[in-house]
């Protein structure tokens, strides 16, 4: 259990969301609204989402001030994918945004405190924690790495969608125009899926792709608490391509304080032809439509190691950047064993 009593020394306290929900989360939401950094991960309607799905835990944390003001804060998702027995040693904490502070001292100290009571819960119940940050390092990275925290390169691409829509397409590569015009040929259509039902059709392309790439795939719980979580905040948008009147590819797009991002996606491999390039386009015209100025591509993987999601990125247009990650193994034997039962689990779900 995470210690609410206030530091002697400097008048401050740890607080759970959790614990004292009524009181703090307009609060904690008007820090993650005004904060630089603050992300639709930071949100408490988020924070609900990951409550509600199976296999996920929440530990929202905050630091606060003698004056009662919010210092910093932090939140880390317990992830479990895979069944039991093999969960039980491959679960880890995956804070899905850098966590918050401002650049002085004394919200880095309080940041610095929030991470090691994060790291004491948490050593025992997961092999690893990961942070997957969604800009250029800040004053966080002086408390990750205070606590013993290692940074690596890890690429992603991002699209500026302040220009002009004409400027946006000429952008893109020529195969990604070819794709676009494609999909226009067969008679594609975008279509935006506002009802509850689009988790089924949205969850079943996930899981077709999931399990052709062999990765496990978080419970459909999790899709579910979302939309109805984020759906009616206009934070959420289900987006699909039909041929005719069959969803052939789907797409789930977050949207906060100007930033889009692409989450969970799926298709129906067709012959000849990508629907994902006509979705990605369309996407990609509805953000900047709704008011976004920045789209998010979601993670472009490890720089020395292959891998095709990247190469479908890159035909868009957007600018490669290296924000990277930040990990803390606890355990290294623990992880030996956490990717031998990943190895494991990923031959169970091998196509057949």
């Not at 904060?35 to 799905?53: D, L, N, T, V, W």
């Not at 199976?54 to 929202?60: A, E, I, R």
């Not at 070819?178 to 975008?190: A, D, E, L, M, P």
């Amino acid at each position: 259990m995470i210690s609410l009593v206030a530091s002697r020394e400097t008048g401050r306290k740890t607080v759970n969301l959790w614990h004292d929900w009524e009181s703090l989360h307009t609060a904690w939401d008007d820090f993650v609204e005004r904060h630089e950094k603050g992300s639709i991960f930071h949100s408490s309607a988020m924070i609900r989402a990951f409550h509600a799905a199976k296999g996920h835990s929440v530990l929202p944390l905050a630091a606060i001030g003698a004056q009662g003001e919010i210092l910093a804060l932090l939140v880390a998702v317990r992830v479990q994918t895979l069944p039991d027995p093999l969960g039980r040693v491959a679960s880890r904490s995956i804070l899905y945004a850098e966590p918050l502070c401002h650049d002085d001292p004394a919200s880095i100290d309080a940041l610095t405190s929030l991470v090691r009571k994060h790291d004491q819960f948490m050593h025992r119940r997961v092999v690893f924690t990961e942070v997957r940050p969604f800009s250029s390092s800040g004053p966080e990275k002086i408390a990750l790495e205070r606590c013993g925290y290692e940074f690596l390169d890890y690429l992603n691409y991002v699209l500026d969608l302040t220009p002009p829509r004409d400027n946006l397409w000429t952008k893109m590569r020529k195969s990604a125009r070819r794709g676009v015009q494609h999909g226009n040929r067969c008679n594609f259509h975008f279509r935006e899926v506002s009802t509850a039902s689009g988790i089924d059709e949205l969850y079943r392309f996930l899981a077709l792709s999931y399990h052709r790439s062999r990765v496990p795939l978080a419970d459909r719980s999790l899709f579910e608490a979302a939309f109805a979580e984020l759906h009616p905040r206009g934070w959420l948008t289900l987006l699909a391509t039909y041929d005719g009147d069959n969803p052939v590819a789907m797409d789930s797009l977050l949207t906060y304080k100007g930033r889009a991002l692409a989450w969970y996606g799926g298709l129906a491999r067709m012959t000849g032809v990508s629907p994902f390039d006509f979705l990605q386009w369309h996407e990609i015209l509805l953000a900047k439509q709704q008011g976004s100025t920045l789209y998010d591509f979601g993670g472009a993987g490890w720089p020395d190691e292959p891998y095709g999601v990247r190469d479908f990125k890159a035909k868009f247009g957007g600018a490669l950047v290296c924000y990277g990650r930040y990990r803390k193994i606890y355990a290294p034997w623990k992880m030996a064993v956490a990717k031998r039962a990943y190895a494991v689990g990923r031959k169970i779900i091998a196509p057949k």
